[in-house]
């Protein structure tokens, strides 16, 4: 019975932000090739992010162990020698969701800024961070001696995971409320880890 209300919520949610982002969905849809041929006439957020990337990933190919430098990702002299084939690549995307003098979008997604400015080895640090503070809250959960640790376990595991992939659309800006966030439940799993040693003796 649980299980099929979460079910329920989740189908609900999900189809709620479908509604919402009914339009940006469908012109990604487009950009795919799934349907339609018709070439778009401004910058769709879906298809941009995926120009992004792409440049990012190939910015790290060619600098694939230690990155080219902490948001060097967004400079002209860094990501201009691949914008000939990105634009290859993406044909059909117009001219202005193309990183420019004057439009340094970035990379606009974590995971793929951190293998381009700071290559695999700080991607692995980054989800080391993260993937710690799952554990740690999964051993809260687990270990919680009160149903009220418990739910506070499992909340901040959802929270973080939620937070990962809200992280796949932004790269890295300091200060916003998102790295706010993710710093408190950080911070949370690690306290609900050690009261719960502490208390419980795990």
Known sequence: RRFLALLALVLVVGGGVTAIRADSLEQFVRFLGVRGDERPQGVETYSQRTVLAYIGLRIWEDSPVVGVGWQRSG??????????????????VVDFAFPAPGREWGVQNLYVQMLADAG?????????????????????????????ATGVGLVVICALLTLAG????????????????????????????ATVEEEAGV
């Open 120 to 148: 695999v080895v700080g991607l692995l640090l980054l989800l080391a961070v993260g993937v710690s503070g799952i554990v740690l809250a999964w051993r809260t959960m687990i270990h919680a001696p009160n149903p009220w």
């Open 75 to 92: 400079r002209e002299d860094v990501f201009e020698p691949y914008l000939e084939d990105a634009r290859e690549r993406f044909p059909d």
């Open 166 to 193: 809200e992280w796949a659309s932004l790269g890295i800006v300091a200060g916003i409320p998102l790295q706010a966030a993710t710093c408190l439940l950080l911070g949370l799993a690690a306290a609900g880890a």
